[in-house]
């Protein structure tokens, strides 16, 4: 049977990916942030995982404001990259998995969730950039993909219960799935910023450190908060910590193996955290 043999959350700010781009990871302003990754690297080469379910949100590259899905997983043989104005440079294609993909989506909908099934899907930087950062050097991607998209961008948004049960539902679905295959999820997005309005620059560096440290000591912490309350203590963009709660809710109990946060990155908020399952 398939399992998950770890969560992986992490930014994927735009300025990340030109940061690649441009060979600065050792620079002063970069050096702390891209330092941060290498035990994520040492144990992605020890534990091999065979697929990667990422937990994302489109930026106007598939879904826009006249169309927009609460919940969305792709089924593709393959995920192009595409630039959506950051001037970011595409990465080599993305092979999917359509089987687990398949699975995932019949499993979740069995559990009652309303799903778009999307067989031709473009990913953006919520996806190429911590795939960049999880597995350096511009190689074929050691992995097979599926994404799993969630509207943080147009209310009404799903709240952080909704997102934690089904991050618990794609857990099932994995541990349902009868090929033999290691399986990581990773959720991207966040921290506390706010890209535009009177606040815009805002960080809560108080409520990222309590967030970040509940997902191994109690991961259902942030649902007790409304979307609202969310976007009141870490700004309209960092509601995507949804995205790490969901990739989180994946996995039963955990032991943090690293974690980093960062100030600033752009105008915001960076974190990652490495997560595996304990017995």
């Known amino acids: 049977m398939a399992r998950i043999i770890g969560c992986i ?26 330092d941060g990754f290498k035990p994520v690297h040492r144990w992605l080469a ?27 997983i792709g089924a593709a043989p393959e995920y192009q990259s595409a630039d959506e104005g950051w001037n970011i440079p595409t990465v080599l294609p993305f092979t999917g998995d359509p089987a687990l993909s398949w699975h995932l989506i019949n499993s979740v909908v069995a559990e009652d969730f309303d799903v778009t099934m ?55 679905a994995v541990a ?25 620059g805002f960080i809560n560096k108080d409520f990222d450190r309590k967030f970040m440290a509940s997902l191994t000591d109690d991961p259902a912490w942030a649902t007790r908060f409304s979307t609202v309350e969310l976007v009141e203590q870490t700004g309209s963009q960092g509601i995507e910590l949804i995205l790490w709660l969901t990739a989180r809710a994946a996995i039963g ?27």
């Open 253 to 279: 109990g955990v032991r943090e193996v690293a974690a980093n946060y960062h100030i600033p990155i752009s105008n915001t908020a960076a974190g990652m955290l490495l997560l595996e399952p304990v017995a």
């Open 118 to 172: 999307c067989q031709e899907m473009l990913v953006d930087h919520a996806v190429c950039n911590p795939m960049a950062l999880l597995w350096p050097g511009g190689d074929p991607w050691p992995v097979r993909i599926v994404p799993v998209e969630i509207n943080t961008v147009q209310f009404p948004l799903p709240s952080a219960a909704r997102c934690y049960k089904l991050g618990e539902a794609i857990g099932r």
């Open 9 to 34: 959350t992490t930014s994927h700010v735009p300025a990340i990916g030109k940061a690649i781009a441009n060979g600065l990871q050792d620079e002063p302003y970069w050096k702390e942030w891209f």
């Open 46 to 72: 020890e534990e091999k995982p065979d697929v990667a379910v990422i937990v994302y949100n489109d930026h106007g590259l598939n879904f826009f404001l006249d169309k927009m899905p609460t919940f969305a």
């Open 176 to 200: 349902s799935y009868p090929k033999d295959l290691r399986v990581v999820v990773i959720g991207t997005g966040g921290l506390s910023h706010q890209l535009d309005g009177e606040r815009a």
